[in-house]
């Protein structure tokens, strides 16, 4: 870890960041570089049963010194204690890419290109991030980092739960969007093209249970945004095979 000493301007910054109810945001370091300070949820009911949410912060800093020991880009850490995190800056998210129509068709496929890559790399040595998400997906002009590791364990998944991590991450453009567009396919093409065929087997496999689901779930008339998008992802992902 990389250590940020000036303790005062990160005091600062975590003041400003409890102020303004947050629980992250960016600030210019004496440096001039842009950083991310990251703090834990507030106590509530629901954390009797998740655990203490300081938890969540030590899960995150466990998680990337495990991932940056297997060569997965994650966020360089300047900082870290039981109240905050700061990082370096890792660009930009691909939730704010694909909405930018300053960058180029071409480009925003090449950039979830790498992401699909990246993501198959992380299953293939048998870890799951916990619920990546195209905000959780950042990009700097020449490399795919991944954010928000409050879910990740550390232990080796099972092909069930890898076959879920790559759900959760389409389900999140179908929260975004009702059709697919291009960069999407082109995530899944590499993404398929670089795990193995046991893992991507698993994964139809799966997809056959959540289409009966999906189906059940039209049935009973679930409209919230999470089931639409839940629908939406059985619906495209049944065409691959």
Known sequence: ????????????????????????DSFRGGDGKLYWIKTHERFMLKHLI???PTRALKRELDGISLLKEINIPVPDVVYGDDRCIVTKDAGRNLQD????TSVSDESKKNIFIAAGKMMANLHQQGYAHGGLALRDTCWDGSEITFLDLESFDGSIKSHRQISIDFYLFIHSW?????KDRPELIAFIDAYKDNINGV????????????KILCRLCSFFKFHNTDMIAFTRSINFL???K
């Open 199 to 210: 893992q991507w087997q698993n994964f139809i496999h799966i997809l056959i249970f959540h």
């Open 1 to 24: 870890m990389l250590i940020m000493t000036n303790k005062i301007e990160i005091n600062k910054n975590l003041k400003k960041l409890l102020q303004s109810g947050k629980r992250f």
């Open 50 to 52: 998740k655990g203490h």
């Open 238 to 240: 049944s065409a691959f």
């Open 97 to 100: 890419i694909i909405y930018d």
């Open 174 to 178: 179908f929260r975004l969007f009702e």
